[in-house]
């Protein structure tokens, strides 16, 4: 699949830790009925992503809920336990944003956002990328090019839509 605006998004089952046991969500149920943002980003713990992306999304949270969105959710190609962690750690959870773990890459690949580099133990990762998404149709996109953290940041994509 090409992901693109218009784009139905695809429906998934995402593993979750609820109150510290194993649980899931399904996408569909998040999405329907509702305008979301969901970026994506390469991994917990790793540079860019814990120091620029995940938190641009927090310092705008307030500024997407004053547009209508519903709610945010970062999927990376990570486990529960790690997206977990991560969450509690970088005060993500706190703040109210919704970590969804995608540990085999079904939901990435799927959207055609993934990557390898295989020398840094990145395979099927994530390109960084933010949608909206209205009732499970992407209706706006931004895709950063390889090594970059600038279009699919939260302010940028805030901006945009």
């Not at 703040?95 to 079904?106: C, Q």
Request: with cysteine.
């Amino acid at each position: 699949m090409k992901l693109e605006v218009g784009t139905k998004i695809p429906v998934e089952t995402f593993p979750i830790l609820k109150d510290g046991a194993p649980d899931s969500v399904d996408l569909k149920d998040k999405l329907q009925g509702r305008k979301v943002v969901i970026f994506g980003l390469p991994g917990a713990f790793t540079g860019t992503c814990s120091t620029k992306h995940l938190p641009s999304f927090i310092e705008a949270k307030d500024d997407f809920a004053a547009k209508g969105v519903d709610e945010i959710i970062c999927v990376a190609v990570n486990d529960v336990f790690v997206m977990d962690v991560w969450a509690e750690q970088t005060s993500a959870k706190d703040a109210g944003i919704t970590m969804l773990p995608d540990p085999e890459s079904k939901f990435t690949s799927a959207i055609g956002m993934d990557f390898d580099v295989p020398e840094l133990g990145f395979v099927k990762r994530s390109n960084r990328y933010a949608m909206l998404v209205e009732d499970g149709v992407v209706t706006a996109l931004q895709v950063d090019e390889a090594g970059q953290c600038d279009l699919s940041t939260g302010n940028s994509f805030l901006a945009a839509i």
